[in-house]
């Protein structure tokens, strides 16, 4: 008997879904059954990944979303629920980095590394958070309520590493941020945990891993490899699915054994 998990009729919101991880969650969730709503600022990107999800027979829309205004935040929840309908599953995605020592840090990339990583993801999380709890506080008994928020946070959250202190930083408060969520709306229905990946061969970062540094990276890492967007599927529909209703407040590394 083959297992499966089935997330059709379900609402997915994911940001960051242009390009990277946030583009591979989608499709996969997709694939899953759930209905998937891309959100971040590049629209074309977006229309582009929509296409490719309806011609895999999956259900996508569109929508801007600018994680450092909170406006936008606001109206592009509100846009996503009425297109698509109440969202199920957030996959809070969206994130930012610098490469610098802590001396070399200003102001101003410290707020462009916070601003995303960190008040970004909590704004997000809290205005999906809050639909989904104003659900299950008026839910009829036994139908479905609450919901999955997967924050997407690092090994980097986890274990310290040189020149992107910062963003370590701030990875390190969005697993403390999930916590905080999974205590308090936990009672609620409201799964709330944090996906912590290591080093992914994306199309961001995929000529990096064939330069002199990138080798020299590749050397320290336990198994000499970096992984691929795949590597994260299982986890990404287990936590979004109701399989995981006894997964809450979980920190989950998935990083070939880097952090330990």
Excluded at 99 to 113: A, F, K
Excluded at 192 to 205: H, R
Aim: net charge negative.
């Amino acid at each position: 008997m083959a297992y499966s998990i089935d997330l059709s009729g379900r609402v997915a919101f994911v940001t960051g879904a242009s390009s990277g991880l946030g583009a591979q969650f989608a499709r996969t969730l997709a694939k899953a059954g759930a209905g998937v709503v891309l959100a971040s600022r590049r629209i074309e990107k977006l229309k582009e990944l929509r296409a490719r999800i309806e011609g895999e027979g999956g259900d996508a829309h569109v929508v801007e979303l600018d994680v450092t205004d909170f406006d936008s935040i606001k109206s592009a929840v509100a846009h996503a629920e009425t297109e698509m309908g109440s969202i199920d599953i957030l996959v809070n995605n969206s994130g930012v980095s610098t490469t610098q020592r802590l001396q070399d840090v200003t102001p101003d990339d410290y707020d462009y590394i916070f601003d995303t990583n960190v008040k970004g993801a909590f704004f997000v999380a809290q205005e999906v958070g809050k639909r989904m709890l104003a659900r299950s506080r008026g839910a009829a008994p036994g139908s479905f309520t609450g919901g999955r928020i997967i924050n997407i946070a690092s090994m980097a959250g986890l274990k310290v590493l040189p020149q992107i202190g910062a963003y370590c930083m701030s990875k390190a408060a969005v697993v403390q941020m999930t916590k905080a969520m999974a205590l308090e709306w936990g009672r609620f229905g409201i799964n709330v945990n944090a996906l912590c990946p290591g080093y992914i061969d994306t199309e961001i970062n995929h000529d990096h891993w064939h330069t002199e540094h990138g080798q020299k990276l590749v050397a320290m890492l336990p198994r000499k490899r970096v992984g691929q967007p795949q590597d994260l599927d299982a986890l990404i529909v287990m936590l979004a699915s109701d399989q995981s209703h006894f997964v809450n407040g979980a920190v989950i590394a998935a990083d070939d054994g880097f952090a330990v």
